[in-house]
């Protein structure tokens, strides 16, 4: 009996120790799943940036313009961008070249989504441009043009970099949505890591996955926070 009690007991910790590394190869699979739709999310976060950020200059000086025609079109791009969701910008820019030019839509799901998310935060930089040029008293601009500087040289070198230091703030605030508001690429069907995540999720029938992809988020909204409380602190020059 003592025998047959030791064999139940090896079985079982055999049982217990299969079932261990088992899980734990499971959970290695699901997190390099998700990092690698992760690292898709981070190729959507950096090219956005990357067509964006120029993009909203124009825009915010379009918007500022004096000739009547260009500011009024951009206040229109202005709102309709920024009153429409950023699902139905996708939608419109992935379906609109077929409908309209007959173009085929293979191999358009990524570069719509990065053409959507580019223009819709654009406008969104772009107001925040306008609010920092904005803020720069007109004295500075006299002062500039007294001294001799052209133009083109007392806005790079005289307003450009107080404006960074005015818009880092709210710059802040958009860049972070922009890493969460990744998840929409889904709508596309483009393999980001919430869509990773939710395919687990279901196939699974866990939450696991969900809570596991919000932990990259979280990662990722830190990275950004630190990255601009350092710009900040490095450009508080009398402090």
């Excluded at 939608?91 to 007959?102: C, G, K, M, S, T």
């Excluded at 007109?138 to 005289?158: C, D, M, N, P, W």
Aim: hydrophobic share 55%.
């Amino acid at each position: 009996m003592q025998f047959l009690s030791l064999l139940l007991n090896s079985a079982s910790g055999t049982d217990y120790t299969e079932m261990s590394m088992n899980f734990m190869g499971d959970f290695w699979n699901m997190i390099v799943q998700l990092a690698e739709g992760f690292g898709v999310s981070i190729s959507i976060f950096f090219l956005t940036l990357l067509f964006a950020l120029p993009l909203a200059l124009p825009i915010a000086l379009g918007r500022m313009s004096k000739i009547k025609v260009v500011s009024k079109l951009i206040e229109w791009l202005l709102l309709i961008v920024r009153g429409t969701p950023l699902m139905l910008q996708l939608i419109f820019v992935y379906f609109a070249p077929y409908y309209l030019f007959d173009i085929p839509l293979s191999g358009y799901r990524f570069p719509a989504t990065i053409i959507a998310f580019s223009i819709n935060y654009a406008c969104y930089f772009a107001e925040i441009y306008r609010s920092g040029l904005q803020a720069i008293p007109i004295g500075q601009h006299e002062a500039a043009s007294v001294l001799g500087y052209k133009k083109s040289q007392t806005f790079f070198r005289i307003v450009l970099p107080q404006v960074i230091k005015h818009i880092l703030p709210p710059m802040s605030n958009e860049v972070i949505t922009l890493i969460k508001d990744t998840a929409l690429a889904q709508t596309l069907a483009v393999v980001e890591l919430f869509r990773v995540a939710n395919t687990m999720a279901s196939s699974q029938a866990s939450l696991l996955p969900i809570i596991i992809a919000g932990v990259f988020y979280l990662i990722g909204s830190f990275i950004i926070t630190r990255f601009f409380n350092f710009a900040e602190r490095k450009l508080n020059y009398y402090r």
